[in-house]
């Protein structure tokens, strides 16, 4: 079916049974260079299983450190760090890819406790060291993740007792700046106290960690209810739980909000970690969790107000996966500006609304909702990837102000900070 043979693209090869392979005797031949020949495994210890290698037709496969990796031979040719095929100054490639035979098969190949030596056709040698082999193959990816992460419901949100980090600290520390980095990344919340209310100082703090994404609402926004704008967000209406600019190609990665102003009641500000929703569909129904990533879907922005026309349209998925590890990355989510459907046919429409049915009463458990009442002196960043904010219905007069930060920009300096992002 439709969604099987999509799928299909992404299903990971099985790895290598043991029980047939193993059926060959492993060889001792410490360090020795074997010409390139028939399968048989080799090792370099006959003590320990520590490190084996085999060569096949096509691949070069691999047992180290635990992991069982298989290497196509223009991927290791490819991945060759010697001075000639990688500058090592500029980290980046030399070597024209291109210009690698597709049929190319090491001559000789030698394994000693720490390196792979390859020696190719051309009489050129490739060394890769045993660990950056673990740490670059696909079966040693497979095995972690891209981002740590701590998913949460309200109540775990609370038990953590995550910090908010002081705004001097904030921007004259790099320990201030990295914790708060840290408990972005985790949580995919993180609050600033102590800011001055006002709209250049929350700039200031933006600054700090990234470059403002400019877009249709300016660089650093700011609004109060008067329908300046051709959105509900203009408005004192409640919003259910959504993330924004999903009529983006590439939604905004980070939204900051500060609240300057509140003379009034209600609007208090709704957060649900949508991470930990997918998570619940996909123990539930994994099914309706795969079609959530499959089935792409259009947002759109339609606005005419005043001197605002704007016409957007993003174009992608409600859940985002890496293919190899099934990791969710980003999450789209907005009902009202979801756009019509006519991206898939009856029949999946149908199953996509009920595995959408499934995700939203995840998102709408009332254990799922963190509710916060935003204070001037408090700035909220949030991941728009990740978490769906919200907003109670208010009265009287509000003042909110923000901007959007461009998200290779933070995990730019949150990796340069040390922290794996
Ligand atoms: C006011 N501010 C600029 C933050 C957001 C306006 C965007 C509202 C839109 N419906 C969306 O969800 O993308
Ligand atoms: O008014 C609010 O608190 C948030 C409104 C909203 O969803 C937005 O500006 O993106
Ligand atoms: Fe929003």
Redesign the pocket.
């Known amino acids: 079916m439709w969604c099987r043979r999509l799928a299909r693209l992404f299903e990971v090869p099985c790895q290598l049974s043991g029980t047939t392979r193993r059926r060959s005797p492993w060889l001792p031949r410490d360090g020795r260079t074997v010409p390139a020949a028939a399968a048989r495994w080799h090792h370099t210890d006959p003590e320990s299983l520590k490190c084996a290698w085999q060569l096949h037709g096509d691949h070069l496969e691999l047992r180290y450190a635990n992991t069982l990796m298989r290497f196509d031979f223009v991927w290791l040719r490819d991945h060759c760090r010697s001075a000639s095929c990688y500058n090592a100054k500029t980290n980046q490639r030399s070597l024209d890819t291109a210009s690698v035979d597709l049929g190319i098969k090491p001559k000789a190949v030698r394994v000693d406790e720490t390196t792979l030596f390859l020696t190719w056709p051309d009489g050129h040698v490739t060394r890769y060291g045993l660990e950056w082999l673990v740490k670059n193959s696909y079966e040693g990816q497979k095995q972690q993740v891209m981002h740590p992460r701590i998913l949460w419901n309200a109540e775990i949100y609370r038990q953590a007792q995550v910090p908010s980090v002081d705004c001097q600290s904030f921007l004259q520390t790099d320990e201030g700046l990295k914790e708060f980095l840290q408990n972005f990344l985790l949580y995919g919340i993180a609050f600033v106290e102590n800011v001055s209310p006002t709209k250049e100082d929350t700039e200031i703090l933006a600054e700090r960690i990234s470059l403002i994404r400019e877009t249709i609402?300016g660089r650093m926004?700011y609004?109060t209810s008067d329908f300046s704008r051709g959105?509900?967000?203009y408005t004192k209406l409640a919003l259910d739980r959504?993330t924004?600019?999903?009529y983006f190609q590439e939604p905004c990665g980070i939204q900051v909000f500060h609240c300057l102003k509140h003379e009034g009641t209600g609007g208090r500000t709704l957060l649900v970690d949508g991470f930990y929703a997918a998570e619940q569909v996909l123990r539930q129904a994994p099914d309706q969790f795969e079609l959530l990533s499959k089935v792409p879907l259009k947002h759109e922005?339609v606005e005419n107000v005043g001197d605002c026309h704007n016409h957007m349209i993003g174009v992608g998925p409600v859940l985002n996966v890496y293919p190899w590890n099934n990791e969710l990355y980003l999450i789209r989510y907005?009902n009202?500006?979801r756009a019509v459907i006519n991206t898939v046919p009856y029949d999946v429409v149908h199953r996509w609304y009920a595995a959408h049915r499934t995700l939203t009463a995840e998102l709408r458990r009332p254990e799922n909702e963190l509710w916060v009442k935003l204070k001037p002196g408090k700035a909220l960043f949030i991941d728009n990837w990740r978490v769906l904010h919200g907003r109670e219905a208010f009265t009287g007069y509000r003042q909110l102000c923000?901007c959007y930060l461009t998200r290779d920009d933070v995990l730019n300096t949150a990796r340069l900070l040390g922290l794996q992002a």
Do not use: M, S
């Open positions: 609402y926004w609004f959105d509900t967000a959504h924004d600019t999903t922005y907005n009202y500006d923000g």
